[in-house]
């Protein structure tokens, strides 16, 4: 291994989107599985200090760490291929470099110098970049920096890659471009000029592309590979086809064809060996090859946008292909859902999972939802705000608390049976104040969730403010609602079941954030299972009425 740790940069150029993080994954993962102790971070030129503030509509799904870090969705992807925890250090924002820089101002460390771009900015990105090097717990570090080459909010990182390549060397640092080669169907005709004036920008810069990595809807001819290299001041080998796939993770394979961890290897002066991605395969192929499928319906108020349930969806994936199923996710807008139409949005599911989120818009659709699975007993998953939605549903239909509600949606409601926590009530600022990153939970002897995880107690990652109120515990859990899992030190509800139920079960924490390839979450693996058992049940009950 080696003793200083090497750097590779990834860039964008022509347009967003292109996939810079599951390409940045896919390497980490081919030089993980050569030995290399590999980890990723996510430069985003925006400037809000985190995404905890953005709304998912804007930038998709805010990822949480185990440290409690509030970030950019792409570390889920990295913690997903690789199975490596990141945390606080993997996600810089603009907002973040800008802040500790003016506070370092008001404290006077500049000693009075005038604080500019060049080289205080500048060199607060380069200090960040450079802190999971330092650590000395890893030999890659890959770098992605958010954005397109040519915005005016990259400019200051494009900016500390150039300084930084000379003073890391010539073997520790290299830059991927990654960039778009169109197809005109009226010329039938592939084209690289958008990559060519991508490379030119990015050297304007400073900043010398070492390898192309091109997404393309067709394969990359010899020539016009050979065309790119030429303008482009790299060798042909460096030139990377990837081509559009059917899943992400078929990306690891697509890169190991192409040799992009050989090239990469190659030029940070590193050994190379043939990558053991036995496992990853053996995933892959129960991904695409499933017995059966299912139907689980996403009850939720973002679904327009996919991105902001982009953990539940990928750890459905995992769970998938653990029970060899293929999981099918109906998208159901909760704003939309209610008594009249609930019996035709939800009676031919196999399962439903009532999503997280913020907020009183589309809260009665989850929770005519939940009334719907308890009564029909239909495989029930709830998550965060979803947990929250049985509560208050098993207290309005069992109890007969007709108003109980939250005090997120009803400050005054006279039964707050979900009500602010109370560390939470003095805090006026919003961002990274919530109750976040790992906690610890007891699991109940004799519960579905104890036998679920096979533990006494576990550490999940939370991301909210309001909780269940514990002054109801008592009369819930009289009714049939379990409490089944407790945080030790607070005696906050972290799990409840409807132990009568077939399987019924509400979190108030988010287990999708650690569900990745090599570890499928067992919460979502338990209830896929369970949703393929209902499924298999209604079929003989269909059966015998024939």
């Not at 940069?9 to 989107?17: C, D, E, P, Q």
């Not at 990559?195 to 394969?219: N, P, W, Y």
């Not at 996710?329 to 859902?337: G, N």
Request: aromatic fraction near 8%; include cysteine.
């Amino acid at each position: 291994m080696t003793t200083t740790a090497k750097y590779i940069f990834v860039t964008g150029g022509v347009t967003s989107s292109l996939g810079k993080g599951i390409i940045a994954a896919s390497l980490a993962k081919l030089l993980q599985a050569q030995g290399y102790r590999v980890t990723i971070q996510k430069l985003d030129p925006y400037i809000n200090v985190d995404p905890g503030t953005l709304n998912p509509y804007e930038h998709g799904e805010c990822y949480v760490t185990e440290d409690g870090a509030e970030t950019d969705l792409d570390l889920g992807h990295y913690e997903r291929f690789l199975n490596v925890p990141t945390s606080q250090a993997n996600n810089v924002t603009t907002g973040r470099i800008y802040q500790s820089v003016i506070q370092k101002e008001r404290r006077g460390e500049f000693l009075g110098k005038t604080v500019q771009v060049v080289p205080h900015i500048t060199d607060e990105i380069k200090e960040r970049i450079q802190l999971l090097g330092k650590s000395g717990d890893y030999d890659i570090i890959i770098t992605e920096i958010g954005g397109t080459v040519g915005d005016i909010e990259s400019l200051p990182y494009v900016e500390a890659v150039r300084q930084l390549r000379w003073d890391l060397g010539e073997d520790n640092g290299i830059v991927i471009h990654l960039t778009l080669v169109p197809y005109l169907a009226a010329a039938g005709e592939l084209k690289t000029k958008p990559t060519q004036h991508s490379v030119k920008t990015l050297m304007e810069s400073g900043v010398q592309a070492d390898i192309l990595v091109c997404r393309t809807e067709h394969d990359l001819p010899y020539d016009l590979r050979r065309k790119l290299a030429l303008f482009c001041n790299v060798r042909e080998e460096a030139v990377i086809q990837s081509i559009d796939a059917s899943t992400i993770y078929d990306v690891p394979n697509l890169m190991l064809e192409e040799g992009l961890d050989k090239v990469v290897l190659k030029k940070l002066g590193l050994q190379s060996s043939t990558p053991d991605i036995t496992k990853w395969n053996q995933f892959l192929t129960r991904h695409k090859n499933p017995k059966t499928e299912i139907t689980i319906g996403l009850i939720g108020k973002y679904v327009e946008l996919q991105d902001s349930y982009k953990s539940i969806l990928e750890a459905f994936i995992h769970a998938g292909a653990e029970n060899e199923v293929k999981v099918n996710i109906e998208s159901v807008h909760s704003e939309y859902l209610n008594e009249d139409n609930i019996q035709l949005k939800l009676a031919h599911l196999d399962g439903v999972l009532v999503a997280p989120g913020f907020g009183e818009r589309g809260i009665e659709g989850k929770i005519d939802a939940v009334r719907y699975v308890r009564e029909n007993n239909v495989p029930f998953f709830g998550i965060c705000l979803g947990m929250q939605m049985a509560v208050i549903e098993f207290a309005r239909n069992v109890l007969g608390l007709k108003d109980a509600d939250s005090t997120e949606m009803s400050p005054e409601t006279k039964n707050p049976v979900i009500g602010l926590m109370e560390d939470q009530k003095t805090i006026t600022d919003k961002g990274g104040t919530m109750r976040l990153g790992s906690w610890d939970c007891d699991l109940k002897i004799g519960s579905a969730v104890r036998d679920i995880y096979k533990a006494e107690s576990i550490k999940e990652r939370h991301r909210h403010r309001y909780e269940f109120n514990g002054k109801y515990k008592q009369q819930m859990e009289a009714a049939g609602l379990v409490a089944t899992g407790l945080n030790p030190d607070t005696g906050l509800v972290e799990i409840v079941e409807i132990p009568s139920h077939p399987w019924f079960v509400g979190v108030q924490y988010h287990p999708e954030y650690k569900s990745t390839v090599a570890n499928p979450h067992p919460l979502f693996v338990a209830f896929v299972k369970a949703a393929l058992n209902y499924k298999k049940k209604k079929s003989s009950v269909r059966m015998a009425q024939n």
